[in-house]
């Protein structure tokens, strides 16, 4: 079955760079997506990559993509305490749905 | 651009009462999703309307649950009766159909069952 798996919790400080993992098991998944959300709101769509490709930059975000290990990662450049959010993976499979991790708590110390 | 609308933002009711949730997805979005967000997961999908159509309500516990979208713009999800383990953020979003899917949320409704 579908399944993605992150890492619960990362602390890196202001100014560092932030890297989220994430496993996915579903090799037709066609797009793989970035998720942020702040606290009382909903999800806000950072990124997204198409499995044919392996990198993606998009200012200060950068995601990795290795189909072969169904990993994806997103780098955050100068994490800013801004970026203190919970961040989901999500992968697209059969009829446009979307299967979420259950998030990673990014917390930037200043 | 207004995003998607979802309202009420929050609710409090007793167990085994009737709990509506409403969302206006944004213009032209032919797409509507309904998911449900417990504590620290991420959000799991309920259903899936295509315009009007529920193309996808695989994971809606239907003894329960009930959801309509009856012009193919804003819906309406309906919990009757409410249990305590109900209690949960209620997302809608929606998208165009285009390839990347991307999927456009709302702040969501919290609800909570006493």
Not at chain 1, 11 to 21: A, F, H, L
Request: proline residues 4%; negative net charge.
């Amino acid at each position: 079955g579908e399944d993605v798996e992150q890492s619960l919790f990362l602390s890196v400080r202001e100014g560092d760079s932030s890297v989220i993992n994430c496993t996915y098991t579903d090799s037709s998944s066609t797009y793989l997506y970035w998720y942020k959300q702040e606290p009382g709101a909903g999800l806000q769509l950072l990124t997204y990559i198409f499995s044919n490709m392996d990198m993606k930059q998009d200012q200060r975000l950068t995601v990795l993509l290795n189909k072969k290990d169904k990993h994806l990662s997103l780098r955050i450049a100068d994490t800013q305490t801004g970026d203190s959010a919970i961040y989901f993976c999500a992968e697209s499979i059969a009829g446009n749905k979307l299967v979420f991790g259950a998030g990673t708590i990014l917390r930037v110390k200043s | 651009e207004a995003g998607v609308v979802q309202s009420p933002r929050y609710k409090i009711i007793e167990k085994k009462q009737p709990v509506a949730f409403w969302c206006n997805p944004i213009s032209g979005h032919n797409t509507l999703y309904w998911y449900l967000q417990n504590l620290g997961q991420g959000p799991e999908l309920l259903i899936r309307y295509e315009n009007e159509e529920a193309v996808d309500d695989s994971q809606l516990p239907k003894d329960r649950f009930s959801a309509e979208r009856l012009k193919g713009v804003d819906s309406t999800l309906k919990i009757q009766p409410a249990e305590l383990g109900d209690s949960a953020v209620y997302l809608c979003a929606s998208s165009l159909v285009t390839g990347s899917n991307e999927q456009f949320f709302g702040p969501g409704t919290r609800l909570t069952v006493l």
